[in-house]
């Protein structure tokens, strides 16, 4: 499975909408007055694998504030897991048809065998609670803290647990202020491998409603 760089995508989205208005202005040059407004150009924009957007490139993935797989420090468990949690709960509704669609994100940070779980389902279990944000094209703002207690464990030199609170509002860009967010406990599993840490496995609990998430 290959796996892209965000990093780069959202640089050769910028890229291509800035040639593409650079073209649109020259040619519209010598029709428009010069004091004329010109509306901004949205190009396609690849997100990820299987994922397409027509949003300008600064609107993709919660205005490029989401956290990337370049932000762990793969040689530290706790850096790795908190990446890891975040990027579980960051979720753009203009782009994102499911939860699931930030774990595909995530996979950069997985071993081969966890990212092979990481298919969306037909439907969004969170679709009820996605449906406000969705129509202000709404994305989430995660935080995620180690958890309160001694669930966190380094079981051997190289196998680790880790447990984090995460918490996340709704940000409209509209501007229109939203009451919804979450609260969830998120248990990631790691192994190490060639000096670097994987996640193996990761369990989400609401901790406002009913038990939910996905397993080892």
Request: with cysteine; charged share 25%; hydrophobic share 40%.
């Amino acid at each position: 499975m290959t796996c892209r760089s965000h990093t780069n995508l959202y640089r050769a989205a910028a890229l291509a909408v800035s040639m593409l208005a650079l073209i649109a202005l020259t040619s519209c040059a010598s029709d428009a007055p010069a004091s004329e407004d010109v509306a901004p150009i949205s190009a396609p924009t690849e997100v990820y694998e299987g994922s397409y957007t027509s949003a300008p490139a600064e609107e993709i993935l919660g205005g490029n504030t989401f956290a990337s797989p370049e932000d762990a420090d793969r040689s530290d468990a706790d850096s790795t897991a908190r990446v890891a949690a975040l990027m579980l709960h960051s979720w753009d509704t203009t782009v994102d048809r499911t939860e699931t669609a930030a774990a595909v994100r995530a996979i950069p940070l997985m071993s081969e065998e966890w990212a092979a779980n990481q298919v969306e389902p037909e439907r969004n279990a969170s679709n009820g609670e996605w449906l406000e944000p969705a129509e202000h094209g709404a994305y989430s703002v995660p935080r995620a803290v180690p958890a309160i207690g001694d669930a966190a464990q380094d079981v051997t030199p190289d196998k680790a647990i880790r447990v984090l609170d995460v918490t996340w509002r709704w940000v409209a860009r509209d501007q229109t202020a939203l009451d919804g967010g979450g609260h969830r406990q998120v248990t990631v599993y790691l192994e190490k491998a060639d000096g670097q840490w994987d996640v193996v496995g990761h369990q989400t609990r609401d901790m406002t409603a009913s038990m939910t998430g996905e397993g080892k």
